[in-house]
């Protein structure tokens, strides 16, 4: 025990340690924010999508030298709006839509960075998640938009869960429906090309579905929903970096390693509350 | 009496298949209306295009200036037994239906969650406001979206086949309570219903649709219409006004009987 205490005080004396526990935190939350919202409106793929789509952000951004998260901001958002576009002009389903624009991002990203070459190596981190190259820039951007989904996500908080439970309703006393779709589909572009940093393109999904899949085991509420999912959430990333440093392991997997035992854990603790 | 609604010339079309055809309709403060026909008449499609849901091929719907749209109350036909991991308390749900009424950040006040309370006290369900929706039962769950169609003080209140997840007892308090807010809180009342028994025994006037208004009145002047004679059937005809007549008297256009 004394030894782990030892290992964490000496994680933290890390720079890149720190700045990793600050923007994984950050966007942990916005993933368990936004995750509630995904999952109970049957849209939670929409991440492993815009994942996908920002893998192909990321080779434009490394072929043109240019920062991948300010790059990865407006293409990842272009790909959102065609996707909810494909739904509603050319009705197509969901699941249909989001499979069609990703599968052509990432083939387009394969084939950038075979022409390309040169750059694979910091693809391949983009992947996987790399917390040892986050840089100050990618620090301070964070923290700007993880404060923008947060506070937006707090302001429409009730108008978002009256789209979320019922629609139809919500168009009825006057909701603006489709401003809010777009509204959701922004801010996961957003926390998306955040968090590909940190957990990668091909586990960042994860951060979205399994923090809210994991509090709907024990909750009753939406707002409780929300609390646990955030909880569970940030402390899985926390711990996530932690037992990741220790044991020198992918911190990006551990991290979704992490969220899977606790998926298991609540949905013991379910089925064992139901007797 | 001003109108509350005036439908006017209405059409609808899916493609070039006409659902509605040239609907003229007035709805007056204080109605109770029942709107019936048979699958695929355009009941559905007529209350949609009430709500704003659908746009009009032709014609158009005006509301009366003190009816705008965020006093319409709406209690839809799907319920939500089919998501039962909704993870949603009764209270949160009767909230959605203040927010029509609240601005910008549509945040709730202390007032807004006293007035939940007394209308779920009102439809005898407060004991219930921390509950899952998903845990409780079909009638529950429907006057908990009865709660949340009515907190908002609705001037028009629009059911869409509310009572199908009912059996007969918690179906007759159902109504019960529509007939108490018509009578009592001068709410007008549009019920889509395939439940022909109770339309014709609770609702005021009767509308009904077969892509076109194949009648829309008073059970009175349906009851004494040798059209609708022609067109139902005397023993149809019979049977809508036996029931709403709470089956004390049947009259039809060929002579009234006392039973």
Redesign the interface.
């Given at each position: 025990m004394e030894n782990a205490v030892g290992l964490i005080l000496e994680a933290l004396k890390y720079d890149f340690i720190l700045k990793a526990l600050l923007v994984g935190s950050l966007i942990a939350l916005c993933c368990s924010f936004l995750g509630i919202f995904l999952v109970?409106k049957k849209l939670s793929l929409i991440g492993d999508g815009l994942a996908h789509v920002s893998f192909a952000s990321v080779a434009i951004a490394l072929l043109l030298s240019a920062s991948p998260l300010l790059v990865s901001i407006p293409i990842v958002t272009l790909a959102s709006f065609v996707i909810l576009k494909l739904n509603e002009k050319a009705g197509l389903h969901g699941d249909s839509a989001i499979g069609l624009v990703s599968s052509f991002a990432f083939a387009c990203g394969v084939l950038i960075s075979s022409m390309a070459g040169g750059f694979n190596v910091d693809l391949m981190s983009y992947l996987f998640g790399s917390i040892l190259v986050i840089s100050n820039m990618d620090v301070t951007i964070s923290i700007a938009l993880s404060g923008v989904v947060i506070f937006t996500i707090f302001?429409?908080y009730?108008?978002l869960?009256?789209i979320t439970?019922?629609e139809?309703?919500?168009?009825?006393?006057?909701?603006n429906t489709k401003s809010m779709n777009y509204l959701i589909a922004i801010l996961t572009s957003i926390t998306i090309s955040l968090g590909i940093r940190v957990v990668g393109t091909l586990l960042i999904s994860s951060l979205i579905l399994f923090p809210t899949v994991t509090?709907?085991q024990v909750?009753?509420?939406?707002?409780?929903?929300l609390v646990i999912s955030s909880l569970v959430s940030v402390f899985c990333v926390v711990a996530g970096v932690f037992v990741s440093f220790i044991h020198n392991l992918p911190a990006g997997a551990t991290i979704v390693f992490l969220n899977a035992i606790f998926f298991v854990l609540f949905f013991i603790i379910k089925k064992y509350s139901k007797g | 009496m001003n109108s509350l609604m005036n439908i006017e010339d209405l059409s609808i079309q899916y493609g070039s298949h006409e659902v509605l055809s040239k609907i003229h309709v007035q709805i007056y403060p204080g109605d109770y209306i029942g709107i019936v026909g048979p699958n695929g008449s355009g009941k559905t499609t007529l209350m949609k295009a009430i709500?704003?849901?659908i746009s009009p091929s032709h014609g158009k719907i005006e509301f009366s200036s003190h009816l705008k749209?965020?006093r319409?109350g709406?209690l839809?036909q799907k319920n939500?037994m089919s998501d039962p991991?909704?993870?949603?308390?009764v209270k949160?749900?009767v909230?959605?239906?203040l927010?029509?009424q609240?601005k910008?950040?549509?945040?709730?006040s202390q007032k807004d969650y006293d007035r939940i309370d007394e209308v779920l006290a009102r439809l005898e369900i407060l004991d219930l406001k921390?509950?899952?929706i998903g845990n409780l039962s079909g009638g529950q769950q429907q006057r908990v979206l009865l709660a949340?169609a009515i907190v908002?003080n609705p001037s028009l209140l629009v059911l869409d086949e509310p009572t199908s997840a009912m059996d007969p007892k918690i179906r007759e308090e159902f109504y019960q309570i529509l007939k108490e807010l018509n009578t009592k809180d001068k709410v007008t009342i549009l019920l889509v219903s395939h439940d022909m028994g109770s339309i014709g025994k609770y609702t005021q006037k009767m509308l009904y649709l077969d892509r076109k208004v194949i009648f829309y009145g008073t059970y009175d002047e349906f009851c004494k219409s040798s059209e609708m004679t022609q067109y139902f059937g005397q023993f149809t005809q019979h049977q809508f006004c036996w029931r709403h007549s709470d089956g004390k008297c049947c009259w039809t256009h060929s002579g009234s009987t006392q039973v």
């Open positions: 109970l302001f429409f009730n108008t869960f009256a439970y019922d139809e309703f919500a168009n009825v006393i006057g909701l509090a709907l909750s009753k509420g939406f707002q409780s929903t | 709500l704003g849901l749209k965020k319409i709406y839809p939500i991991l909704f993870p949603a308390k949160e749900i909230s959605i239906g927010l029509s609240k910008f950040p549509h945040f709730f921390n509950n899952k949340r908002g």
